[in-house]
T-cell receptor, first 114, second 115 residues
Framework: KAGVTQTPRYLIKTRGQQVTLSCSPI?????VSWYQQTPGQGLQFLFE???????NKGNFPGRFSGRQFSNSRSEMNVSTLELGDSALYLC?????????????FGPGTRLTVL | AQKVTQAQTEISVVEKEDVTLDCVYE???????LFWYKQPPSGELVFLIR??????QNEISGRYSWNFQKSTSSFNFTITASQVVDSAVYFC????????????FGTGTSLTVIP
């Protein structure tokens, strides 16, 4: 079974631009979550999607948004990029939300904002 | 509030030594789930183990073992006879019944195994 895939793996943008990151979950997994990882803040939850609906959202500004498609693939978008948005963005999937399912993570997209 | 504390920021051991990584959690939920993940230099978080709050049995998987103690709110991870391939950052995480798939991660422990 293929794992979680994320594209692109690396991205370099400048301040003020916007970016879209993509995530394909493990086949059969319908829940997708996004996390931001930085050296200073560690792993922080961004949002979670299930059945094309956002179920939960972390404490991030509105510049961070996401969506999920009917095939469970998900995208996240960051508008008006700031230097502090430089991070590793990790996507994770599980069969369903909650129930204590483990989440399986993708390799991440490393975003650098110049 | 949910919180995970990994007080050990960095640990270095010589190959074949045993090492224990500490994890202390806080939650008001009676049902909750604990996890350990490994993050090698490649960046991908690799799932190691899941424990629910009703299962306090310790678990052993090869050189890895986990000690879950509700009385001290701890879920510690021991690597026996460490190997260079064990070098990575290890994260402990917590989730609850009402938080969906929102995991609360600790700050991680960076383990270096010296050959």
């Amino acid at each position: 079974k293929a794992g979680v895939t994320q594209t692109p793996r690396y991205l370099i943008k400048t301040r003020g631009q916007q970016v879209t990151l993509s995530c394909s979950p493990i086949s059969g997994h319908r829940s997708v979550s996004w996390y931001q990882q930085t050296p200073g803040q560690g792993l922080q939850f961004l949002f979670e999607y299930f059945s094309e609906t956002q179920r939960n959202k972390g404490n991030f500004p509105g510049r961070f948004s996401g969506r999920q498609f009917s095939n469970s693939r998900s995208e996240m978008n960051v508008s008006t990029l700031e230097l502090g948005d430089s991070a590793l963005y990790l996507c994770a999937s599980s069969p369903e939300p909650g129930q204590g399912y483990e989440q399986f993570f993708g390799p991440g997209t490393r975003l650098t904002v110049l | 509030a949910q919180k995970v504390t990994q007080a050990q920021t960095e640990i270095s051991v010589v190959e074949k030594e045993d090492v224990t990584l500490d994890c202390v959690y806080e939650t008001r939920d009676t049902t909750y789930y604990l996890f350990w993940y490994k993050q090698p230099p490649s960046g991908e978080l690799v799932f190691l183990i899941r424990r629910n709050s009703f299962d306090e049995q310790n678990e052993i998987s090869g050189r890895y073992s986990w000690n879950f103690q509700k009385s001290t709110s701890s879920f510690n991870f021991t690597i026996t006879a460490s190997q260079v391939v064990d070098s990575a950052v290890y994260f402990c995480a917590l989730s609850g019944p009402n938080t969906g798939n929102q995991f609360y991660f600790g700050t991680g422990t960076s383990l270096t195994v010296i050959p």
